[in-house]
C-alpha cells in the first residue's frame, strides 16, 4: 500500500516557500558580493593597466623626439663630412706632404724653444 501524502495547507505551504525565498536570497547575495568584488578587482587592473598605457605613451613620445633629434644631427653631420671630402680633394695629392713637412718643421722648433727654455 502506497505511503500516505502529508496534508499541504497554505500555511505550510507559505513557511516552506519563506524558506526557499531566505536560501535563494542568501545565494543572491553572496553573488552579488561575489560580483562586487570582481567588478572592485577589474576596475583596479583597468586602472593599473591604463597607468601603465599612460607611461609607455609618455616614453614613446619622448623616444620619438630623440629619434627627430639624431636624424637632424645625423644629415647635419652628414652634409658636414662631404664638405670636408670637397675641401680635402680640392686640396690636392700635394697636401699630405707639405703637412708632413710642416709637422716636422714645427717639431724642430718645438725641440728649439726646449733647448733654449733649458738654458
Known amino acids: 500500500m502506497p505511503a500516505k501524502k ?3 495547507t497554505l500555511e505550510k505551504f507559505y513557511d516552506r516557500f519563506l524558506a526557499f525565498e531566505n536560501r535563494v536570497d542568501g545565494q543572491f547575495h ?3 558580493v ?3 568584488h570582481l567588478e572592485q578587482n577589474f576596475k583596479a587592473e583597468i ?3 591604463e597607468a601603465r598605457i599612460r607611461n609607455i605613451e609618455t616614453n614613446l613620445e619622448k ?3 630623440d629619434v627627430e633629434t639624431l636624424t637632424q644631427e645625423y644629415h647635419a653631420i652628414v652634409a658636414g663630412l662631404k664638405r670636408l671630402e670637397l675641401r680635402v680633394s680640392e ?6 706632404s707639405q703637412l ?3 709637422k716636422n718643421r714645427l717639431t724642430a722648433i718645438e725641440e728649439r724653444v726646449l733647448v733654449l727654455e733649458s738654458k
Open 6 to 8: 502529508p496534508k499541504i
Open 30 to 32: 553572496q553573488i552579488a
Open 34 to 36: 561575489r560580483f562586487d
Open 47 to 49: 586602472a593599473r593597466l
Open 63 to 65: 623616444l620619438t623626439g
Open 91 to 96: 686640396l690636392g695629392e700635394e697636401t699630405p
Open 100 to 102: 708632413l713637412s710642416l
